[in-house]
């Protein structure tokens, strides 16, 4: 069956850190992975995107692997703050009746320490 | 300046009931979505508008039913409320060709007693 893993529901760290978040799927072929933050009470938001042709993709403090082989997607936040804590979904976007549809993770809850 | 609006932003209703959730984009997107946000935290597809145009619709009871006037509007009408429908349903957009990067509304919690 198909499915989407994202290791940790939560995830504590020090502040000044890297957080490093894990999406890990099975028996699909996406043809790119997106990363979303969402805090409480609000709706997603897009941070990052990367295509299967891609290994790293970066964004001020943010940077995405995507890992084919491997079926996995790490999502780094260097020198993290307070302000990062969030829930981080990743999503598969698959190819299907002319348009791409993209599937969540349940995502990981990232709390960082002061 | 919202790109994408929702009302309301919380529904409290019984058992039974019929409601509706509205949905604005002024993003210029083409393509409108709903998903639904369970206690677990999972978000799902429900539905998705291309050109008024339905062309995902995933294993939804058909008490729910989307309805779009036009482009910048994806309405989501469910019928005989039942407990299992208490979630938070999320109204997105995106352009359809390209990366499908979604832009969501804030929600509708919706709570069925």
């Known amino acids: 069956s198909q499915k989407i893993e994202q290791n940790s529901e939560a995830l504590n760290i020090q502040e000044g850190k890297t957080a490093t978040l894990t999406c890990n799927y099975t028996n699909y072929s996406p043809a790119y992975l997106q990363w979303y933050r969402q805090d409480p009470g609000r709706g997603p938001v897009f941070l990052l995107l990367?295509?299967?042709?891609?290994k790293e993709k970066r964004k001020e403090r943010l940077k995405v692997t995507f890992d084919t082989t491997l079926k996995q997607s790490l999502f780094h936040i260097t020198a993290s703050q307070p302000a990062d804590s969030a829930t981080y979904l990743c999503a598969l976007a698959i190819s299907g009746a002319g348009s791409y549809q993209l599937t969540f993770g349940k995502g990981t809850k990232l709390s960082v320490i002061p | 300046d919202t790109a994408v609006s929702q009302t309301p932003k919380y529904l409290v209703t019984q058992m039974g009931n019929d409601k509706s959730i509205k949905c604005e984009q002024n993003l210029g997107h083409d393509t409108m979505y709903w998903y639904k946000q369970d206690s677990k935290k999972f978000l799902k597809i429900m539905f998705s508008?291309?050109?008024?145009?339905?062309?995902i619709n995933e294993t939804v009871p058909n008490r729910f039913s989307p309805k779009s006037p036009d482009k910048a509007h994806l309405n989501l009408h469910i019928n005989s409320l039942e407990l299992g429908d208490s979630a938070v349903y999320f109204c997105?957009?995106?352009?359809?060709?390209?990366?499908?990067?979604?832009?969501f509304g804030a929600g509708s919690r919706l709570t069925v007693l």
């Open positions: 997105a957009s995106s352009h359809v060709s390209g990366a499908n990067v979604l832009t």
């Open positions: 990367i295509r299967e042709n891609e």
């Open positions: 508008y291309n050109n008024k145009e339905l062309i």
